[in-house]
């Protein structure tokens, strides 16, 4: 069974930086792109970013220039440094991990941004 663990998520000022960690495990299968969403509340899910075999990245244009998505792949782990953060980042961050064509989702973790 594939797991999806998130961590980092927390209360910080507007300006300052949160680095969140997602571990993956449960399967064999190869990954194809780890990456990570968010939703505020009333909102939509909305992608921040996605890291793609072969260091092939993509960024929501909000965040293009602050975060930062990286991957450890011996460790199945997925990485967002967010710097220079705003209240409008404020929302519960998922992490996603694509094994082949399948989609999984992490719990969620909250990031709140005070201004």
């Known amino acids: 069974q594939v797991q999806l663990v998130e961590s980092g998520g927390g209360l910080v000022q507007a300006g300052g930086s949160l680095r969140l960690s997602c571990v993956a495990s449960?399967?064999?299968?190869?990954?194809?792109?780890m990456g990570w969403y968010r939703q505020a509340a009333g909102k939509q899910r909305e992608l921040v970013a996605n890291a793609w075999n072969g260091g092939i990245t993509n960024y929501a244009d909000s965040a293009k220039g602050r975060f930062t998505i990286s991957r450890d792949d011996p460790k199945n782990t997925v990485f967002l440094q967010m710097n220079s953060l705003k209240p409008e980042d404020t929302a519960v961050y998922y992490c996603?991990?694509?094994?082949?064509?399948?989609?999984?989702w992490g719990q969620g973790t909250q990031v709140t941004v005070s201004a």
């Open positions: 449960g399967t064999n299968l190869g990954i194809t792109s």
């Open positions: 996603t991990v694509v094994y082949g064509t399948q989609y999984y």
